[in-house]
């Protein structure tokens, strides 16, 4: 978000960029006391019924099923040592998996810092191998990882992404039984090269939460045939009616015959196998296909199976059929379409912290929560904001038809300060995290957008912006780029708006991005319409209702507000906590904000905006901006509502393209 840069050094350049008070921008370099920053009383309804016993207990991977697995969630021994210290002989603290330690959740609570290494251990059994082999899984473990299986590491390099999940093949280092797992972690949050997001270490009182660091993910084991599937790409093609399935597997590949069947509804439409010497099977899929949309998400199932001498592996998944492209409207301006039909984006700004697991929901039932709200109050879409989701929050958008616009998670606190040097060393490890994101989610036909750069953060200089958008394009050409999302553009798309003059000509004369992308607060902003890219506003709005009883911020809770809010909310609005039970002033009061912030919009998508997102879903932290509350106990606005508003932008959207 634009104001997370109010800082020092930026004191000049915010004051031409954001037309925000001069208050607001002193306030945001107020720091917030680290002791104030980290008490956090508030809990959410799921994280008050979490257990060991019931910690995150689903099958982590929805696209890729097997039924012999093993949760590792639960309590484990932990300790933390010096970042020079060795293998801990004592683990005297208990933590609970997979919350980060800085969770209410995990029972630690506590800051980290990069001078700490933290040490997890626990025992897990392993039954009759049978000549197959064992792997372990980890969905998120920020930001380097070491594992240890029987006190021998078990891999050849540190895992090095705290946004993506990975593996290891353990056959060799167990034994019938039980046995000894430890990870060793390192987390330097915003003073290392990991995509951090909205994580820093120095809470600098504007739109920065605090540091996620350690196992924060589900940990899991799962028994394969010695030849097994690894991973797999299906690519749906809607126009000639196919489905591509390439398969990655491990083994003894050669003897190895790989089949898939694919239904509908309960009952086989189609099948096929991977011919001798191919890498993929494409299947033929009956007539008329059923694509997939917000309004009808169909979803193939699709079950593969490998066989070898080795055995038999059989992994069940799904996969939607649709397209995502842009093309002129009967002016010629160019919009996004869906399935060959014009579709107005209308998204929430959705940042997914939570105030007893941060990063990591509560439960699964707590992430599927935040997407009916959703698909409730008539939003089409969610612009999932500097974080990846467990994969279960990407599996409900599939199965109720919500589309998400995927942000890549931000650089460093230099990064984020627009320093083109740091962005450069950490470009590396940027280009690496990106492709293992998108690897990550490509399967998912929710995903629709890829946002690689917010704003500044993290974003190098003209040409290395350009080869990341261009990378992107080759190797996921199903979905749209937005390139880059409010801040440096580099394909000519603005000059000189909001006192910037960071774009440049096209020097190939090429425009490789699909949208030009302009944030403005608190009302939106439409980028000229034109046949070149769609017109979007990636960030607006602001509401403000703090309300008693369902915020950690400290400030608030003494009877204030955080400085960082006063320059930007509604002047209308008390600063301090208001109780929930007012007689509804507040809620009128949102409701005429919000239909002052979303009328506007309506003749915009009707002149060529093609989409925009509203910050924000939910409070966090000290932002009480969202549509509901920090805790998810109080939704702001009735659904009905909130779905006339959107109607309307949805109907002017499609009278303007016609």
Known sequence: MIQSRLKSTLKTLAAVVIAASAACAAAANTPIPMAETITNTLTTAWGRTVTPENAWREYPRPQMVRGNWQCLNGEWEFAVTAVTADVPRAFPERILVPFAVESKLSGVGRAVTPNDLLWYRRAFTVGPL????????????????????????????????????FSLDITDLVREGTNELKVCVWDPTDAGPGGTGKQTLDRDGGSFFGTVSGICGSVWTERVCETYLADWRIDADAARGTVRIKPELRGRRRDAQVEAVVSFAGKEVARGSLAPGGDALEIALPRPVRLWSCAAPNLYDVALTVRSAAGTDEVKGYFGVRTVSTALDARGIRRVTVNGAFTFLLATLDQGWWPDGLLTPPSEDACRFDVDFHKKAGFNAIRKHIKVEPRAFYAHCDRVGVMVLQDIPSGNEYSRLHDRTASHAR??????ELRDCIALLRNHPCVVMWIPFNEGWGQPGPDKTRDVIRWIKRADPSRLVDGPSGWNDYEGGFTDVRGWKHARDVADGNVYADVLDFHRYPHAIMPPPSARRVSFCGEFGGLHACLAGHSCDPLAMRGDCHPYLKGMRDPRAPLGPVPVDDGGAWRERNRTRYLELMKPVVEMARKGLGGCVFTEAQDQYWEFMGLMTFDRAVVKFDFDFLRSVHAEIYEAARAGAD
């Open 130 to 165: 049978d000549g197959g082999r064992l792997l372990l899984h980890f969905e998120r473990v920020d930001y380097r990882a070491q594992v240890y299986v029987n006190g021998v590491e078990a891999m050849d390099a540190p895992h090095e992404n705290g946004n993506a999940p």
């Open 427 to 432: 470009y590396g490890s940027y280009r690496r």
